[in-house]
């Protein structure tokens, strides 16, 4: 059995949601190396936030990326190899605010890469300031009367935007949540779980979340009118009333990796013209300074 985890000592706070993100991953890569697919086809790319520091936990190949930018990396790892397995780890503050745009267009791309979002609702790395998807009133050292904006349901602008593959997990339901991730690691097409990850320290919905969150049943799955419904469900501007978890879309499309192939380079050739730009651009400075 390959040991996945590293040695570094785990700098969450106890209590953490990002542990049980870390240890239902390592299940799940477990299970698809057994199945076939080299742990070196896996990479793991994160963003910034507490979330990010995942990419030092495993020994998998990893790219630790910038705030909001963990997207555009990975879509390029993901072109460059397209046999590989690109799984990005993003915070809710890093992903549907700094990074909004490019999760837009991975998704309207159908690129087949994985997104999973840590959405603790707060940016917790920067101690506790409202994201998009902080319910109604959240609190925190710069906004000490309550926010006044209100929350937005990403999974809606995602459905819209071309997602094939859209669910909410739960870490603390273990199964249920492997379940999840798995199947969105194995979608062919851009995928994306929302995680209820639950910041202890600036965001403790635990309570809530054990009192509200129940399954869904999967049925329709490719039906978006369906999708939406059970995406509406829930708004977030509220912690406090039922929220689902489950898979709410699934569906088939051509992704884009595939359509890229369609240019017919192979790797040699594609290797060759990287080469010659890289080239061109190192002896070619002059040109390029003018
Ligand atoms: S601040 Fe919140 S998100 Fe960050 S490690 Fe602690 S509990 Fe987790
Ligand atoms: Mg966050």
Known sequence: MIKLKTDKSIEWCPGCGNFGILDTFEVVLEELIAEGTPLEKFIIVSGVGNHAKIVDYLHVNSFYSIHGRALPVAEA???????SKVICFVGDGDSFAEGLDHLIFAAKRNIDITVVVHDNRTYALATGQFTPTSQEEFTGGTMPEGAKEESFNPLELLLVS???????????????????LKEAIVHKGFS????????????????AYSKNVYEIVDE?????????????IWNYKDSDEPIPIGSFYKTNKTDFEEKYQRLNLDMKTRNQKIDNILN??????KEYNE
């Open 162 to 180: 071309g997602a094939t593959f859209i669910g909410r997990g739960y870490p603390i339901k273990k199964d249920h949540f492997k379940k999840i």
């Open 77 to 83: 790892i993901k072109l460059a190899d397209p046999e």
């Open 220 to 232: 329709n799955l490719d039906n978006s009118d369906e999708a939406l419904k059970k995406i509406r």
């Open 192 to 207: 994306i779980v929302d995680v209820l990850q639950v910041c202890v320290t600036f965001n403790n919905l635990y309570t």
């Open 280 to 285: 061109h651009r190192i002896t070619d400075t």
